[in-house]
């Protein structure tokens, strides 16, 4: 018996199995090595973003800030599904466990959720910095970021809990996915009761709160366009467009591809479409959002550059090192032996 055949009234399921590129041994190799450059690219871009923000003092800002958890939720997102689909390429082996089925859709949506409130509060930022900049430092405040940024992961870890919960909850009449990962929408169609209706109302409160999160942000762009047309400098307002491209241009490539992986039409599904357009939302967000923030910020390319230098890190080194040093001579000079 094929052990892709469906199983009807399955009432425990041990292991699913996702969906099988090619039978062929060097179509296989070939998705492997594509999945891995596109891997290696989305991660040493988002690592050298976190390590841009880290280390470089200039960037120690709001807005910087948001952008090294955006990395961060970018680089967790893209583990969760591109190595199982290396993994699967090379091994020809299409299982998940159950439990590593729960956990890519816990972590998926933890981070895209998380993602896109992020995103969300960028947009407030901007909208600080260039409508009310006087305030700015008043109302950004490090509290201010870290209360935002805690919420936004927070947020992210209930709605994980809450879809993982809701997807897993019901029984499945198969346990073959017609994706090459755990995909709530393909998982759904797997279920043999009306109970999957508790994550179809979940899905539609979700996306609900998106929609109402993207509406926030055109609106606060709209502002923030209005103002920037009324400032005098063309340079001033190149300059506050210039940080505000990037993060309109990230906001609607999560939202759009987003819409086109889970409200498409039914007639629209079948197996190659539904890869593509997992593919543009789960993979193609994170690979390209450090070149579309490091393309036009000079800041950002600057920390870059610095990166790269060796000689910046030996400056680093030595400031470090003399500043030990000045703090053991100050120490030494308190001690025991110098009051004697």
């Not at 996702?18 to 296989?28: A, F, G, H, K």
């Not at 594509?34 to 470089?56: E, K, R």
């Not at 005098?232 to 940080?243: C, D, E, F, L, N």
């Amino acid at each position: 018996m094929d052990s892709r055949s469906k199983m009807p009234n399955l009432t425990s399921t041990s292991e699913f199995l996702l969906l099988e590129y090619s039978d062929i041994r060097e179509v296989r190799i070939i998705c492997f090595f594509v999945f891995l450059t596109v891997y290696l690219t989305a991660v040493t871009g988002n690592l050298l973003i976190i390590l841009a923000v880290a280390l470089d003092q200039h960037l120690h800002t709001p807005m910087y800030f948001f952008l090294m958890n955006l990395a961060i939720l970018d680089l967790g997102s893209v583990s969760v599904t591109v190595p199982k689909a290396m993994a699967s390429s090379l091994m020809n082996n299409w299982s998940i466990s159950y439990s590593g089925c729960v956990a890519q859709v816990f972590l998926l949506l933890l981070f895209l959720q998380s993602d896109f409130f992020i995103l969300t509060i960028m947009a407030h930022d901007r909208y600080v910095a260039i409508c009310n900049p006087l305030q700015y430092e008043t109302i950004m405040h490090r509290g201010a970021c870290i209360q935002m940024t805690v919420s936004a992961w927070i947020a992210g870890i209930l709605n994980g809990v809450l879809h993982s919960g809701g997807t897993f909850f019901i029984t499945f009449c198969s346990n073959i996915i017609d994706q090459f990962f755990c995909e709530v929408p393909q998982i759904l169609k797997l279920a043999c009761s009306d109970m999957y209706l508790v994550e179809v109302a979940l899905i539609i409160f979700g996306s609900s709160l998106g929609l109402g999160c993207f509406i926030f942000i055109i609106v606060t762009y709209v502002q923030i366009f209005a103002a920037v047309l009324r400032i005098p400098s063309v340079h001033g307002q190149k300059k506050a467009i210039s940080t505000c491209l990037p993060h309109l241009t990230v906001v609607c490539l999560l939202v759009f591809s987003g819409i086109f992986a889970y409200v498409r039409p039914h007639s629209y599904s079948s197996s190659d479409l539904n890869v593509l357009f997992a593919v543009i939302y789960a993979v193609v967000p994170p690979l390209l959002n450090p070149f579309i923030y490091s393309m036009r910020n000079k800041d950002i390319k600057n920390a870059l550059l610095k990166l790269c230098d060796l000689s910046y890190f030996s400056k680093v080194g030595a400031k470090a090192e003399k500043a030990l040093a000045h703090i053991e001579a100050k120490r030494t000079s308190h001690g025991p032996g110098a009051e004697a």
